[in-house]
């Protein structure tokens, strides 16, 4: 069991943390998440159970479709979670 | 890591994108082509009147995977070869310059290459996110591209 600190990024960033809120560089918004196990498969596991039960209202198919990252990379759902226990949530995407 | 990229967010708060500044940028007297993409805030989406975007991004993830994409097309239309990418953060009004990316280089042909490249990297595959604001008060996130199982290869061609 490990704490996930989940930095919330474009229609994630609605989600209301004002319970249990952990505030990122910036000030961005995020939530802590106890994770079982040590991937990102392992955290996104974890959300699929979190979502609807704490946000009933939000739409969380769309965790389906989102990637994860650290402030360098993307990280795919086989690799470890990092050290830092620092993780971006990344929805599909939509710059220009 | 190409050292004749400058990569930057502005926020609309602090100031305006300047394209001029991409084109100083990417200039060097022995280009002789220089291609500029500009992207702008539009009136209408999907049928639905547009008042503004406001733009989130994760910066630091940004920045890193601009300076790989510019890396990537260097090594196929380089060796010679200036980018430049400024991408807005905050609200922006319609009109307003949401993205600017340039590319300088010897010859036209790969100027206008790497210019098409980099813009449709930036818009499918930076994490970047737009909210549209209607005119009618509500607001909502596009839809966008899926990060998920994508390769470190040139993105496909998208319709947006």
């Given at each position: 069991m490990r704490t996930v600190t989940l930095q919330l990024f474009g229609a994630f960033s609605e989600l209301d943390t004002t319970a249990g809120a952990a505030a990122g560089p910036e000030g961005r918004a995020g939530i802590q998440i106890n994770v079982e196990g040590d991937t990102v498969a392992d955290?996104?596991?974890?959300?699929?159970?979190?979502l609807p039960a704490r946000w009933p209202a939000f739409a969380a198919g769309l965790l389906d479709y989102s990637a994860f990252a650290d402030s360098q990379r993307i990280l795919r759902d086989?690799?470890?979670?990092?050290?830092?226990?620092?993780?971006?949530?990344?929805?599909p995407v939509s710059g220009g | 890591m190409v050292d004749s990229l400058k990569a930057c967010v502005v926020d609309r708060a602090v100031a305006a994108i300047d394209p001029a500044e991409g084109i100083a940028f990417v200039s060097d007297p022995g280009f002789g082509g220089i291609d500029v993409f500009i992207g702008k805030v539009r009136d209408l989406n999907q049928?639905?009147?547009?008042?503004?975007?406001?733009?989130?991004?994760?910066?630091?993830?940004?920045?890193?995977?601009?300076?790989?994409?510019?890396?990537?097309i260097q090594a196929r239309f380089g060796p010679r070869l200036k980018l430049y990418v400024a991408h807005a953060k905050g609200r922006l009004a319609v009109g307003e310059v949401a993205v600017v990316v340039a590319a300088g280089s010897p010859h036209r042909d790969e100027a206008f290459r790497a210019c098409r490249a980099l813009i449709e990297a930036v818009k499918h595959r930076c994490a970047i996110w737009k909210q549209e604001h209607y005119v009618d008060g509500d607001s909502q996130w596009s839809e966008g591209c899926s990060l998920c199982h994508v390769e470190p290869s040139p993105a496909p061609e998208h319709g947006t």
């Open positions: 955290l996104r596991q974890a959300l699929r159970v979190l086989p690799e470890p979670l990092p050290e830092d226990g620092r993780v971006a949530i990344l929805p | 049928g639905r009147a547009v008042q503004g975007i406001s733009y989130d991004l994760f910066q630091p993830l940004v920045l890193s995977e601009i300076d790989r994409f510019a890396a990537d």
